[in-house]
């Protein structure tokens, strides 16, 4: 498809789990970014990588954290779901940064019960 | 910190009709704007961007102007049709990463 797939791609769960989506692409790209949206708040910034192992904080980081151990790989997990969380995420990746545009994963949905 | 604001959330027009969707930016080293366009369900695709040294590029039906000076930057599509409603999102260059706006609802009626 676009060269990045997100999985699951829905996902049920209960407060105070900690859940781990993932992020696969295949282009080869330096960067990566999760994102989560909700109605009336658009796209925010969770974390990003700019390679292997370096990765850095958005604009809504708190209650989450990420690792990148392969180029191919972004990984973001809930360390104990809240309901705050229930958001539709989204991965995207770039080739370099900030100015060019990015290739978006199909998302994620999430429900924190 | 660094900002996005865009107007409207929602915009309604008949097909055929022009539709202008207008954003500004708060960091002055921002220097490239993207747009995407989100149909209901489906991720986010980009449908044009500019750079900073550019003031206006077009893309058929869509074009985008910036200025800079006054941290403006606006998405114009004409001879809108139904297949243009969809959700659509600018975005902003904050160094390393894109700093997105709130984004508009377009709906083009028949």
């Known amino acids: 498809d676009a060269g990045i797939t997100q999985s699951p791609r829905h996902k049920v769960t209960e407060t105070g789990t900690p859940v781990t989506l993932r992020c696969h692409q295949t282009?080869?790209?330096?960067?990566m970014y999760w994102y989560r949206q909700d109605p009336g708040h658009g796209l925010r910034l969770i974390h990003y990588?700019?390679?292997?192992?370096?990765?850095d904080k958005g604009e809504v980081s708190d209650g989450y954290s990420v690792s990148r151990s392969k180029t191919e790989d972004f990984l973001l997990t809930l360390e104990s779901a809240t309901s705050s969380q229930t958001s539709v995420y989204f991965c995207a990746i770039s080739e370099s940064q900030g100015n060019y545009g990015y290739t978006f994963g199909s998302g994620t949905r999430l429900t924190v019960v | 910190g660094e900002n996005v604001e865009q107007h409207p959330s929602t915009l309604s027009v008949q097909e055929g009709d022009s539709a202008v969707i207008k954003c500004t930016y708060s960091d002055s080293a921002s220097n490239y704007f993207p747009w995407y366009k989100q149909e209901l369900g489906k991720r986010p695709q980009l449908i044009i961007d500019i750079r900073s040294n550019v003031g206006e590029k077009k893309d058929q039906r869509i074009a985008v102007t910036l200025n800079k000076t006054a941290k403006h930057f606006s998405l114009h599509i004409t001879e809108t049709q139904p297949e243009d409603s969809a959700v659509y999102f600018c975005a902003a260059s904050i160094w390393d990463k894109l700093i997105f706006g709130t984004g508009t609802r377009l709906q083009v009626f028949p």
């Open positions: 282009e080869n790209h330096r960067y």
């Open positions: 990588s700019y390679g292997v192992k370096d990765t």
